[in-house]
């Protein structure tokens, strides 16, 4: 553990300990500054706001204790280049993106992915080819297969790069081995957003990760399952066929100039706790989840769903429903009345993160399990009554892919108008529309909008589900091109 080098903190406490006056960005100068209100723990915070003073280093030209931050992350990934990103993974996805995707470059990229990257394709005016993902018994959107992919390298023979998401966000995911191999023999990269993935480097019993199996550039959001501030996220890049030049110049572009700090020192101290994840913690870590399980699987009104289409499930990941026909939309809320916050909730499920805990540390399993105890079974509840399965992406069982119907070059041409959601099949959309979370578009702008698309978005509505996008919805309407 001491060996474990932290260089931004080190950085920060030898700029700490000159007892300096701040004459510079930002207003609140370390702290002393502040409205009365501002909660003591904001205020000690500020203190480690600081900005590109003289040994602080540079965010976006990195030489000094942040070049040694991204040295030791890529050494902990094994990567070629690592990066740290204070714009979450979106950057990452944005980047990695731009960096590698021309013009009207035909691009092959797994269906239910985040918006970031539909993004990402947008401005980099790309020609996917979204291939829909294996479904489970429950709807639920996994990953491609190696099958899928080498039918459409054959179909496409034009394809400038392959883009994956995984694991998706339930932790669930496919063997990308095949998938890396089809793909490298043809020489087309591989671009993976593994947003949900950065502890998976820590190994057995987390899933293999994307860089083990040879993927080009990989993004994580080391806030999502590794101990880092909300936005903290990495871009990693390695092999021949992909250049770190033009995705750096896209880090430079997009990242804010004004780097956080807070977010850069928690980057580095995250990396440091993953490197000394050793054996005892993992067994620690195990037992704890292994004691929630037993403890939900003697439960008489609770289950725990595993997916049987999956390749791999992430034990920090853990989808709970209630047995009966009640939704996970319910069990939510029942759950925040005992004061548990899941991360979101389904049609069917309930989605846990857990913590990636160490030997020691806590009783977070034990205080998880005293809610639960906490919660009334005896009220009324209310019969879910939707049917059939409900897929996140909006893919249609008729095809194995969707194409845009229009290209984004067409889309900034045209003008827009609103129709009745109802009266809008056939038509093509000029907005999108995400549930978030999880943020996978369920209608995508430039999409010829099908009955599934309408029933979704109807079902979402119905279930009052949280939607990005959709500027008339609430009208019952949406924007599609004239
Ligand atoms: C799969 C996936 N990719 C990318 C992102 C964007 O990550 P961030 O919030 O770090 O920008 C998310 C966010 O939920 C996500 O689920």
Known sequence: MENIKIPILNMLKDHQGKNPLSLHVPGHKDGDVIHPLTPTGLREAMSWDMTELTGLDDLHNPEEGIMEAEILLSSLYQTDKSYLLVNGSTVGNLAMILGIVQPGDTVLVQKNCHKSIMNGLALASAKPIFLHPELDCEGVEIGLTDSAIEEYLQKYPETKAVILTYPNYYGMGMELEGII??????????????????????????????????????????HKTLPAMTMGSYLHIQGELVSAEQVERYLRILQSSSPSYPIMLSLDLARAYLEGYCEKDKSY?????QSLKSYLSGHKQLAIYESSKADWHDPLKLLICQKGNVSGYELQARLEDVGIYPELSTERFVLLVLPLLKEGQGSFIEKLINRLELMK????????????????????????HTELALSYEE????????????????????ESIIPYPPGIPIIQRG?????????????LMRNKVKIQGGSCLKDGQIEVFA
């Open 447 to 459: 999409e010829r909008i099908t009955d599934e698309m309408v029933s979704a978005c109807f079902r």
């Open 181 to 222: 191999k089809a793909a490298h023999h043809l020489k087309i990269p591989v671009l993976v957003d593994e947003a949900h993935g950065a502890h998976f480097a820590a190994g057995d019993p987390f899933p293999p990760s994307a860089l083990s199996k040879g993927a080009d550039l990989v993004v994580h959001s080391a």
């Open 411 to 430: 889309m900034e041409k045209l003008n827009v108008k609103r129709l009745d959601l109802s009266h809008s099949i056939g038509e093509i959309a000029a």
């Open 285 to 289: 870590l195990c037992e704890q989840l």
């Open 377 to 400: 079974w005896d009220g009324e509840t209310k019969p879910f009554s939707e049917t059939g399965s409900f897929k996140e992406s909006g893919i249609s069982n008729e095809s194995k």
